[in-house]
């Protein structure tokens, strides 16, 4: 984790113009909104195949605009939608792969 947090900092202070990834949920709300779960919103994607698919698609467009500049990208795990009140909330009862 320490080399993270340096990488980070490093990130940070160094880079201008840094684009991150901004309201995935409303992306895929608005593009395949049946993967999107009442509770966890998009966490179950990374237990599908189809989901992970839609992911993946949805991140590489964010690389595509980056590459040309040069940018750097930070993107968000879809998972911490998951928290355990999120989970106890749900009205699913989720495989205990998931977590």
């Given at each position: 984790?320490?080399?993270?947090?340096?990488?980070?900092?490093?990130?940070?202070?160094?880079?201008?113009?840094?684009?991150t990834?901004a309201?995935?949920v409303e992306?895929?709300a608005h593009?395949?909104?049946?993967?999107?779960h009442p509770d966890?919103?998009?966490?179950?994607?990374?237990?599908?195949?189809?989901?992970?698919?839609?992911l993946?698609?949805?991140?590489t467009?964010?690389?595509h605009?980056?590459?040309p500049f040069?940018l750097?990208?930070?993107?968000?795990t879809?998972?911490?939608?998951?928290?355990?009140?999120?989970s106890?909330?749900?009205?699913?009862?989720?495989?205990e792969e998931?977590?």
């Open positions: 984790m320490g080399n993270f947090s340096m990488e980070l900092s490093r990130l940070l202070i160094e880079s201008s113009l840094i684009l990834e309201a995935v992306v895929i593009s395949t909104p049946d993967h999107l966890l919103y998009n966490a179950p994607m990374v237990d599908t195949r189809a989901g992970r698919q839609a993946v698609r949805l991140y467009a964010f690389d605009v980056t590459k040069d750097p990208l930070i993107l968000a879809p998972t911490w939608w998951a928290s355990q009140d999120r106890r909330r749900s009205a699913q009862a989720l495989d998931t977590f």
